[in-house]
């Protein structure tokens, strides 16, 4: 089986694939070839049991998706994205890559005249205040940022050619991952990550909203998890509603802080400053923050179960199971 | 003030260039200027008490939009759409005219440095089955159709293009439009017309679909009526949330066809044969069927409270009053 990787040098991008080459499989179907792509050339696996490409380019100009394609990967998942406090400021990019490309993406699928399984990573930016307690899964779509009303446009897109038997998508909304490695990226929710990253490597991470803001995680571990996931999943199970908000855990960020505090301690928690910034909390004063995401969860998503569990992952996957 | 319809030839396009003929003004602004715009040249209403210019060509078409909006229209209503079961068979022509071509409207605003009211028509066909009894606001938009996945995109991108600050934009959700006058389009819905229209005329029509199915009307000209209350409201009271479900009669076909007895007598009401049609039925299986409407309601749109109300003024509008 062939997979392409659209997005592989993101962070979720190269956790998919490290998994990918440890397991050389997806849904017992063995991977003879994985083409990874991105805006820089991803690094390419050579300890993989199977052939890797890596291949750059420019992800929405005409006729890349048609290059990408050539060889008819059975699965496809497009990560590929601009974030969101980028498209929010940089506003054709955004609306270039994220909607064009996925456009063209879609109609190079029409034109090679096969049905892949496509998973689209969306979001839950698809969603704007003012929200219920929890939101069901058939709340509407009114996003408060220009990544979301992009993503929310992807998210119709492949549904209709899901429905036209062009491809065969999922579309997966996918909770703020937290906790992030490495350097923060521009999306506005960066500190949803390094409120928990810096502390435990003994650095000190400005908080720029209040303790009580709420919002819906989940770990890199289980993004990967969700979209090996929907790679597998039965389309006719899933049904012509081929869009889903992803399961994932609830919490406040002065709870993330606590829960920090009980693994790490008062001294790593103490690293964390609280210095509110208008521009950010502007924007995710329109984000959502509890969700039922009760038919991912039938149709066996898997999330975490607490924020302590999603830190302790962190410590496990990222820092070999030490704190600074 | 200037004022631009895009799709004036249509059937909705001309009652409102009719009306807007006829009282001159809109929220008590005189109109100085009007340009129709459609894919054919419309009628160019010589009576009008303002200059009247009239275009056609292609609404998609590179640089269309732009010279559209060269004298800068104050209020444009953009009608223009392949309907559903159009752009259900023509899938490149759907795409291009209710996608790119919206797109491309939003995008000559943007390039024209100025901030118009942008009266959008979208339609209930965002919404896509299984539905609850009545349709609450927040409900989501899974549209079962091509149709309705490229009003959702437009709804979507009017919202952020609002947002942004580029244009002042109002969609409206039109419920299906009953009774349209003159002969069917090629809509899926022009059965909910046809049973109603021809027996008054005094021809058999045929009805696609069981006396069970429900739907959700309103008249021609409260269809006017939705578009000119768009035209003057308050951006601000609508606040970020531009797209909203129009009032309308909940009623089945059956129920039509009583009101139509009640109104015109058994000889007319015997006019309807029943010949269901896979097909259409299997179209209108996912369309929703009531809707709760209570934002649109709020912020002062009205319908008819009947069907036989709709059906008195389709005699009282198209027929002098007399039935055949």
Not at 114 to 121: A, E, I, K, S
Not at 157 to 173: A, F, H
Not at 254 to 274: F, I, K, S
Request: hydrophobic letters at 40%; glycine letters at 10%.
């Amino acid at each position: 089986m062939r997979v392409l990787v659209i997005g592989a040098a993101g962070m979720v991008g190269r956790k998919l694939v490290q998994r990918l080459a440890r397991e050389g499989q997806i849904n017992d179907q063995t991977i003879t070839q994985l083409t990874l792509y991105d805006v820089v050339a991803p690094e390419a696996h050579r300890e993989a049991p199977f052939e890797v490409e890596s291949l750059s380019g420019d992800f929405a100009a005409e006729g890349e998706a048609e290059r990408l394609i050539e060889n008819k990967p059975e699965i496809i998942f497009h990560l590929a994205a601009i974030v969101s406090g980028e498209a929010e400021v940089e506003f054709d990019k955004g609306y270039r890559i994220n909607l064009t490309g996925t456009w063209r993406l879609l109609e190079a699928i029409r034109g090679a005249d096969y049905r892949p399984r496509l998973v689209f990573t969306s979001s839950i930016a698809v969603f704007g205040a003012p929200f219920p307690t929890e939101i069901p899964d058939d709340f509407h779509h009114t996003p408060l940022t220009s990544y979301g009303v992009q993503k929310s446009c992807g998210e119709l897109l492949l549904m209709d050619y899901t429905r036209k038997g062009i491809v065969d998508g999922i579309g997966i909304r996918l909770p703020t991952i937290s906790v992030r490695p490495g350097k923060p990226n521009k999306a506005a929710s960066g500190f949803f990550s390094g409120i928990i990253r810096e502390p435990l490597a003994g650095v000190e991470a400005v908080c720029p909203v209040d303790p009580s803001v709420r919002h819906w995680f989940a770990s890199p571990r289980a993004a990967v998890g969700f979209l090996l996931h929907a790679a597998a999943l039965d389309g006719e199970q899933a049904g012509p509603r081929r869009n889903l908000t992803m399961p994932g855990v609830s919490e406040t960020v002065g709870g993330m802080v606590e829960a920090l505090r009980r693994v790490a301690g008062d001294q790593v928690a103490d690293r964390v400053r609280w210095e509110p910034d208008p521009f950010i909390e502007s924007i995710v004063a329109g984000w959502p923050t509890t969700f039922e995401a009760k038919r991912a969860r039938e149709l066996g998503f898997k999330a975490e179960s607490s924020f302590e569990e999603i830190i302790r992952i962190h410590i496990e996957d990222e820092l070999g199971g030490k704190i600074s």
